[in-house]
């Protein structure tokens, strides 16, 4: 599966010159954790996520006792605070690879490009999202796919905790290794196992 196929489109993005207030007030309405800053150009520069927009935003309670901390003015732009520059990948990355670089990175989202230009975004939730799919709702998904490719009733389809099985009534190899990448294309699906099954007579 590559990164075009679970990513978020269209994706909201943030200039530096907007408010620290404001890009928390569209994270906190969309659920999102982080937001791609983009140029004019809608080229990614940065990224500004939940940790940089909270950062010193809240002072020490001084009912505490602890005087000694130095308060830190936060900044009031995305400029201010963002993380620059930001790492992106291409819509063609595989999901494998995008996976990777969130848990090596320690980071929620991946801002996906066209070369500069952010078309999409890609988040650890799109990831349990898909994982979390019902079986039926995949199974259902890869039928559809398989039939506009091969026609229908040709194939059997079966999905269990994400793993699909199918069964083509055609002893084909190119056509199970086509019908292996479509079905691993299908968000949820973990695994794809095809083979020939020959009709009873």
Request: aromatic content about 4%; glycine content about 8%; proline content about 4%.
């Amino acid at each position: 599966m590559r990164a075009r196929d679970l990513m978020t489109r269209p994706v909201l993005t943030v200039t530096p010159e907007t408010t620290a207030k404001h890009a928390a007030g569209v994270l906190a309405e969309h659920g999102f954790t982080a937001l791609p800053v983009v140029d004019d150009d809608d080229r990614l520069i940065g990224i500004v996520t939940e940790a940089d927009l909270i950062r010193d935003r809240f002072p020490h309670d001084i009912r505490s006792g602890d005087d000694s901390a130095v308060r830190v003015t936060p900044g009031t732009t995305v400029r201010e605070v963002m993380t620059s520059p930001a790492t992106g990948m291409g819509a063609g990355a595989d999901l494998a690879e995008v996976g990777k670089a969130l848990l090596d990175g320690k980071i929620r989202a991946m801002p996906i490009v066209d070369g500069a230009r952010v078309i999409g975004i890609l988040t650890r939730g799109d990831f349990v999202r898909a994982f979390a799919r019902d079986d039926t709702a995949i199974a259902a998904d890869v039928r559809h796919h398989l039939s506009v490719y091969g026609g229908s009733g040709r194939w059997t389809v079966d999905v269990t905790d994400g793993v699909c099985r199918i069964a083509d009534a055609y002893d084909d190899d190119t056509d199970r290794h086509v019908a292996k990448v479509i079905a691993e294309a299908i968000p949820g699906v973990v695994e794809a196992e095809v083979t020939y099954q020959e009709e009873d007579r």
